[in-house]
């Protein structure tokens, strides 16, 4: 699974929908959050739109790069953990990617 920060619902669909129409992940989802972060030296409060994607961990690193090719932000947030789903989910997931 992977999380990411994007500066609006706009540009989380367009990332998504790469992802997923290049096969690279099986699902994401879009939350609105409010961030509250440093940047060059000052506290900066914003609102953002988190996607969670749902890929394997052979993936990961996969999305990792397309993402960051087409991210606006200059540091993006790509946070990668594993987790474990029940199996049926996990099938469906692994049979959704493409990663030939």
Do not use: F
Not at 26 to 32: G, S
């Amino acid at each position: 699974m992977m999380y990411v920060t994007h500066p609006d619902q706009e540009c989380a669909h367009r990332i998504g929908k790469d992802l997923l129409n290049r096969k690279l992940i099986a699902c994401y989802n879009l939350v609105p959050i409010e961030s509250v972060y440093w940047w060059e030296g000052a506290i900066c409060m914003e609102g953002e739109i988190v996607s969670i994607l749902k890929t394997s961990l052979r993936a990961g690193p996969l999305v990792e790069k397309a993402i960051a090719e087409q991210h606006p932000y200059e540091t993006p947030c790509i946070i990668r953990w594993e987790v474990n789903a029940n199996a049926s989910y996990e099938e469906w997931v692994e049979n959704s990617l493409k990663l030939d």
